[in-house]
Structures are given as C-alpha cells and as structure tokens.
C-alpha cells in the first residue's frame, strides 16, 4: 500500500506546489489540511505515513500541532517534515525540540525535498515493520509462557523469569496426594489407544479442576497416575484436610471412567524437596520420603477409598472420620498405620 503523505499548509498554493513535487517523486497518496486542526484529524481518523507541516497558520500554527502529537501516543511517532518560510535557528531548534524529524525553508530545493521525504518515509517503513515485529514477539511470548504454564506449575514459570536457574530446596509441612485408576492396564490392552486416550485425557481434566478448586498444585501425570500438592507452592491453613476433599471428589469423578474399577487415593503429609528436573526438557518435580510414602499408601488402598498416613491424620484427626487398618507393611518403609478416610466433618 502506497505511504500517506498529509500536507498541511494554509496557502493553496503551497499546497498545490507540495502535492505537485510529491507527485512527480512518486507519492499519490495524498491528504491535505489547511490548518492545524485539520491536519490533527486527519492523523486521528486515518494512519499516516508523513505530516509536511507548516509553521505559520491560522487557528493552530505548526509548534502547536507538533505539541499535539507529542501529548498523543498514537501521533507521537509519525515522522515530521516542517517546510517553513520561517528561516530562524530558533525555529528549527524548537521544532526539533517538539519531536519534528527535519527542516526545510521556503523557497526549498525539490531535489532536497524529494530526498528528505524519502528519508522520513523509509523511516516510517521501518517503524510500521518494527510495530509488526514487536507484536509477532509478544504473541510468541505469550505462547511460549503459555506452553510453559501447561508444563511447569505458574509459580515455577514466574521464579524461572527471575532467574536461569531454580536450585531445589526443601519444603516442611507438604501433602502429597497419589491417585490412580484401578485396573488401568487391563483395560488399556482390551480397547483401542484413542478411546482409551480420550477417556483417560477427560479424567485427567477432571482431576486437574478438582485439584486446583482444592486449593492443590498438580505435579505431574504418568499415564493414569496423578500426583499432586497442598502447602508446597502456596500457603494453606489445613493442607491435609484439603487433600483429603481433593480425594473424595477425585473417587466420585472416577467412578465414571470407562475401566469401571473406580480411582484410589494415598495421602501423606511432611518435608518434601522440590526443584526442577532436567537441561532440554524442564519437569518441577517433588521427591523424599514423604513423596515415597504416599504412592505406596496409595497402592495398598482398597478401590474408591482415601488413605492417609498416621502422621497425615494427625492433622486431620478432629476433621474426620475414618477407620484404622492397623501397621501395614509399606515396600523399603518399617510398618506404619493408615487409616482409610470415610467423610470429611462440617
């Protein structure tokens, strides 16, 4: 598309030679105002590539517009060439001051002019393409976050922006929540791989609502295994307790799944440490004895039950009811007691 050239000059005459030499350089797109207030809404009602302006005119003179376009944001970029009789250092001072890109005086040089144009033109060229660039950047940017979000928990993306690097560290008072769909396996080899995916990617999403609706981070999914957080990133006032509601709702959302064997949940609460995994693919992950603790929790529960540690229900313990099943043998753990979760008090 053809630049929009706006002359602006009180005197047609003037405006006539001006649209004249541009047109002989070339430039047909052409707008024309006879004062400042003119010249202010046509920038307003329409992009413009290059403003010739006048100094002395009537209702807003050229140092008027020129201030005008400063106090806009949308004007302050349009390149200026101020074509004058007014031949003054203090003049072109000024209006170099009030943002304008050059100066030329009445009689000017059309040569000169026409090289001064295309100078002001190529730089509104490049201002237009510099627009589009940074927009491209900041909608790749946004993408990319948002693909880092959907990965890494947004509180890790956040840390991560502030610094290259995140050191794991250690973390007291964490519940961790193992779940996971009973008789997954038998059903995934006696269905086809997208039905089974687009019933276990449903089930996920459900879990992933759940979790944060309880106030827990999720950590991370392998296959119909799903493993979350309550205290790790963000303070909560009853970790536990929310852990627990987290289960319960887990179970019932989970007695939908096609394998028809419902979902199972092992808590357990206490130092946790955390960092992220990995140089070409980032994983924030949560390891330790309390994590190790949990999963095998979850794997001795019976189908559609929550089963927390002796140390978890400690917290939980004037919050719910719920039935020992005695010291358990857990695998690489001396026996500990579980209790089984049945409703949570009001």
Same mark, same amino acid.
């Given at each position: 598309?053809?630049? =929009?050239?706006?002359?602006?000059?009180?005197?047609?005459?003037?405006?006539?030679?001006?649209?004249?030499?541009?047109?002989?350089?070339?430039?047909?797109?052409?707008?024309?105002? &006879?004062?400042?207030?003119?010249? #202010?809404? $046509?920038?307003?009602?329409?992009?413009?590539? =290059?403003?010739?302006?006048?100094?002395?005119?009537?209702?807003?003179?050229?140092?008027?517009?020129?201030? *005008?376009?400063?106090?806009?944001?949308?004007?302050?970029?349009?390149?200026?060439?101020?074509?004058? /009789?007014?031949?003054?250092?203090?003049?072109?001072?000024?209006?170099?001051?009030?943002?304008?890109?050059?100066?030329?005086?009445?009689?000017?040089? !059309? $040569?000169?002019?026409?090289?001064?144009?295309?100078?002001?033109?190529?730089?509104?060229? +490049?201002?237009?393409?510099? @627009?589009?660039?940074?927009?491209?950047?900041e909608a790749e940017k946004r993408r990319s976050?948002?693909?880092?979000?959907?990965?890494?928990?947004?509180?890790?993306?956040? *840390?991560?922006?502030?610094?290259?690097?995140?050191?794991?560290?250690?973390? %007291?008072? $964490?519940?961790?929540?193992?779940?996971?769909?009973?008789?997954?396996? /038998?059903?995934?080899?006696?269905? !086809?791989?997208?039905?089974?995916?687009?019933?276990?990617?449903? =089930?996920?999403?459900?879990?992933?609502?759940?979790?944060?609706?309880?106030?827990?981070?999720?950590?991370?999914?392998?296959?119909?295994?799903?493993?979350?957080?309550?205290? #790790?990133?963000?303070?909560? %006032?009853?970790?536990?307790?929310?852990?627990? *509601?987290?289960?319960?709702? =887990? @179970?019932? *959302?989970?007695? /939908?799944?096609? &394998?028809?064997?419902?979902?199972?949940v092992g808590i357990d609460h206490g130092p946790?440490? &955390?960092?992220?995994?990995?140089?070409?693919?980032?994983?924030? %992950?949560?390891?330790?004895?309390?994590?190790?603790?949990?999963?095998?929790?979850?794997?001795?529960?019976?189908?559609?039950?929550?089963?927390?540690?002796?140390?978890?229900?400690?917290?939980?313990?004037?919050?719910?009811?719920?039935?020992?099943?005695? +010291?358990?043998?857990?695998?690489?753990?001396?026996? @500990?007691?579980?209790?089984?979760?049945? &409703?949570?008090?009001?």
């Amino acid at each position: 598309m053809d630049p =929009l050239i706006l002359v602006v000059d009180d005197n047609e005459d003037n405006r006539f030679t001006l649209s004249m030499r541009l047109e002989t350089s070339g430039y047909f797109n052409l707008a024309l105002a &006879a004062n400042g207030r003119e010249a #202010l809404d $046509v920038m307003r009602s329409q992009p413009v590539d =290059l403003v010739l302006l006048d100094i002395m005119m009537p209702e807003l003179d050229g140092y008027g517009v020129l201030e *005008a376009m400063q106090s806009d944001v949308k004007l302050r970029a349009i390149p200026v060439l101020v074509i004058s /009789a007014v031949d003054d250092i203090g003049s072109v001072v000024k209006c170099i001051g009030l943002g304008a890109t050059d100066y030329l005086t009445k009689p000017f040089n !059309p $040569v000169l002019m026409k090289a001064r144009v295309d100078k002001c033109i190529e730089q509104s060229r +490049l201002r237009a393409q510099e @627009i589009v660039y940074q927009q491209n950047l900041e909608a790749e940017k946004r993408r990319s976050d948002g693909i880092l979000a959907t990965v890494l928990p947004r509180d890790i993306v956040r *840390a991560l922006k502030r610094s290259e690097k995140l050191p794991p560290r250690l973390y %007291d008072d $964490v519940t961790v929540l193992f779940c996971d769909v009973v008789g997954f396996t /038998a059903y995934s080899e006696q269905h !086809p791989p997208e039905v089974v995916f687009s019933q276990l990617e449903a =089930l996920v999403e459900q879990f992933e609502a759940i979790a944060q609706k309880h106030g827990l981070e999720k950590i991370k999914t392998v296959g119909d295994a799903f493993m979350a957080t309550c205290g #790790l990133l963000s303070a909560h %006032d009853e970790p536990v307790r929310a852990a627990v *509601a987290c289960g319960l709702d =887990l @179970i019932a *959302a989970g007695r /939908a799944f096609g &394998a028809g064997g419902g979902v199972r949940v092992g808590i357990d609460h206490g130092p946790v440490a &955390a960092g992220i995994m990995g140089k070409t693919q980032f994983q924030f %992950d949560v390891w330790g004895d309390t994590v190790n603790t949990a999963a095998r929790i979850e794997g001795v529960a019976r189908p559609s039950t929550v089963c927390v540690s002796g140390r978890a229900w400690m917290h939980l313990r004037n919050h719910a009811d719920a039935k020992s099943l005695g +010291l358990i043998d857990l695998k690489g753990k001396q026996k @500990i007691e579980i209790l089984e979760c049945l &409703a949570l008090k009001a």
